[in-house]
């Protein structure tokens, strides 16, 4: 029921928008939306953007009149471009010719340097007249500010233009205001949209519902009855090709900072005032500003930092970091942590944190772990039967939700009652379903404005005055990464972070 809620929604803001786009079209208003990706013919654009803009011309839910331009450095014409879309598309689905068609007409291409002025005039030039611009910047952060700096000096930063910027934005907090104070100086906070993209995850979303739309989850949601939260994005691949963008992030900047904060964020943030884009970001904001800091005297006890070498993974002999990048490094590949929130309603109450590359598992997953009853009152011989209820959300491979239960065993026992531990799940596919890619609705909430599902400038700021701070521990404390094999969870210290108490990793 759940599910088919968030489906229905998401469909009623869909076919408002459909409505609007065919009156436009009606009215005789053809070609007026343009999405423009920069860094059009990049890993990103191929693998993510583009796929997901041919499934929502499959089912029928791009704009009527928009029209898209790939902007990139490489020696294309739209022949070609529309060629190399083509044959990425064909890599990861049976390809509806129909709908391929309907998108290969809007689909035209630019080889410009769009960081120089005269790389942006022959887009405008190519662009013409239109009435709304969305600019997807699938290039390094780090020419944020020389392209809008050029799309401004062709004119196309004007009210009508939306810019949505991949992240990280910046590698610290330095950085990230400069890379925001010069975005913010072509167009207006409200014209910015910071995607991350595990926000456009139909399970993410769901977490949401599930907390303030169900009144069963929500008087429990506390330091009262929750013993401790998990959060974990593990990753089986190594770093591989990336290393030269790795080497200088690291899991601490290229994970944690984003992904891993958000997800903190909407399992810890108090109700909203209403489901609006400033409502829910305000929130967030009053979390990532609650975060106890790291010190010099704490950041070897709650942190662990780890760097995988030579092991196996999937069956597969793996090479160490040290190989891939052919040098030494202090890079660390796995971060995990104890964070603690200083707030009313999760004092006491620790969230373990932890992702890394070359594990054993490709997993994103947040468990809330309950406390147990207080009382036993089935007798020693079920002690050990009993166990704390736990909600296990999956967000990848697989999108699911579940709560355990315990239930009484079937059938007669000589002993007395016997327990066991159920799940109760949520899966949120449909039979035979597709599973949506998240920059479908990103993208779809990119052409209507709205900026529920995104980052603002604060948040951005809140969550790398965090890292930075942890950055600073591990420098003031000489903490460098310890080694993991590749294929194990990380360094063995990493389950010491999380035993206390009898608590665990779920595995």
């Known amino acids: 029921m759940l599910a088919k809620r968030a489906r ?4 009623n803001v869909v076919i408002g928008w459909t409505k609007l786009t065919k009156k436009k079209a009606d009215n005789g208003e053809t070609g007026r939306d343009v999405l423009v990706l920069l860094g059009g013919a990049g890993d990103l654009a191929l693998r993510m953007l583009l796929p997901s803009l041919y499934f929502l011309e499959v089912d029928r839910l791009l704009p009527r009149d928009l029209r898209i331009f790939g902007v990139a450095r490489g020696d294309l014409d739209g022949a070609g471009y529309r060629k190399l879309v083509r044959e990425h598309l064909g890599k990861r689905a049976n390809v509806e010719e129909a709908a391929w068609e309907r998108l290969a007409a809007r689909l035209d291409y630019l080889s410009v340097d769009i960081t120089k002025e005269e790389g942006a005039k022959a887009l405008a030039g190519k662009i013409g007249g239109h009435d709304s611009l969305t600019v997807f910047f699938a290039v390094s952060p780090s020419l944020y500010p020389s392209a809008c700096q050029a799309l401004q000096a062709a004119g196309l930063t004007g009210p009508s233009t939306r810019l949505v910027l991949e992240k990280p934005i910046g590698r610290d907090l330095e950085s990230s205001k400069a890379t925001n104070a010069a975005v ?3 167009v207006d906070e409200s014209q910015i949209f910071r995607i991350d993209h595990y926000l456009g995850k139909e399970t993410v979303q769901n977490l949401t519902a599930l907390r303030f739309a169900n009144v069963l989850f929500e008087p429990l949601w506390d330091n009262k009855s929750i013993d401790h939260v998990q959060i974990t994005i593990a990753e089986t691949e190594k770093v591989g090709d990336r290393w030269p963008y790795y080497d200088e992030y690291g899991a601490l900047r290229d994970m944690l900072q984003n992904h891993l904060l958000q997800l903190l964020c909407l399992v810890a943030m108090e109700a909203p005032s209403g489901f609006d884009p400033d409502a829910v970001r305000d929130e967030k904001v009053k979390v990532l500003r ?3 800091p790291f010190t010099k005297d704490n ?10 070498v030579a092991g196996v993974v999937e069956g597969t002999a793996r090479a160490g970091y040290f190989e891939e990048v052919g040098q030494p490094s202090k ?6 942590m ?23 598992d490709r997993r994103t997953q947040i468990v809330v772990q309950f406390k147990p009853v207080p009382h036993n009152i089935f007798g020693q011989v079920t002690q050990g039967e009993m166990q704390a209820n736990r909600l296990v959300i999956d967000l990848q491979p697989e999108e699911d939700i579940s709560l355990s239960v315990m239930t009484k065993r079937p059938g007669l026992s000589e002993e007395g009652m016997r327990l066991q531990s159920l799940p109760l799940s949520l899966n949120m ?4 379903a597709r599973r949506r890619i998240a920059y479908e609705k990103l993208l779809l909430d990119a052409f209507r404005g709205d900026r529920t599902l995104f980052v603002r400038r604060d948040e951005v700021e809140a969550a790398w005055r965090f890292v930075d701070g942890v950055a600073k521990a591990w420098a003031d404390a000489g903490i460098e990464p310890a080694t993991y094999a590749a294929g194990t969870w990380g360094p063995p210290s990493a389950a010491s972070l999380i035993a206390p108490q009898g608590r665990g990793w779920k595995s």
């Open 338 to 360: 104890k964070v603690a929130i200083d707030n009313w309603r999760w004092a006491g109450v620790p969230f373990f944190l932890r992702t890394g590359k070359n594990l054993p």
């Open 290 to 292: 609650s975060l106890r």
């Open 8 to 11: 229905a929604c998401h469909d």
């Open 331 to 336: 890079t660390e590949t796995f971060v995990a």
């Open 299 to 308: 950041v070897a006890h709650d942190t662990v930092r780890g760097q995988y």
């Open 429 to 432: 596919a449909a039979p035979g």
């Open 184 to 186: 913010g100086a072509v």
